[in-house]
């Protein structure tokens, strides 16, 4: 079984950062890639980043400039840097990843989430 789980989340006022955490672990053979994604109230959950296990990334168009997605390949973590927070950013963020865990079989998992609240 693989677990992700999120750290990082708060109460940040407009313009201010976070830092997101995101580590995998269990029996882990192989990672596809890892990203974010966020859901807010009364909204369905969309992407924010993703990277791939060769560093690619994708960027949703609300985060571009303002978020980067990076990785830590040796602690199968991924992070998300947070700028120039907006209060639309609110929302509980998950992380997500597809592994090759013991089995050899592909799956993807989701972290519990990480509430990020932003507001004056």
């Known amino acids: 079984q693989v677990q992700l789980v999120e750290s990082g989340g708060g109460f940040v006022q407009p313009g201010g950062s976070l830092r997101l955490s995101c580590a995998a672990s269990?029996?882990?053979?192989?990672?596809?890639?890892m990203g974010w994604y966020r859901q807010a109230p009364g909204k369905e959950r969309e992407l924010v980043a993703t990277i791939t296990s060769g560093g690619s990334t994708n960027y949703a168009d609300p985060v571009k400039g303002r978020f980067t997605i990076s990785k830590d390949n040796t602690k199968n973590t991924v992070y998300l840097q947070m700028n120039s927070l907006k209060p639309e950013d609110t929302a509980v963020y998950y992380c997500?990843?597809?592994?090759?865990?013991?089995?050899?079989?592909?799956?993807?998992?989701w972290g519990q989430g990480t509430l990020v609240t932003v507001s004056s």
């Open positions: 269990g029996s882990i053979i192989s990672i596809n890639y």
């Open positions: 997500n990843a597809e592994v090759m865990s013991a089995g050899g079989y592909w799956n993807k998992y």
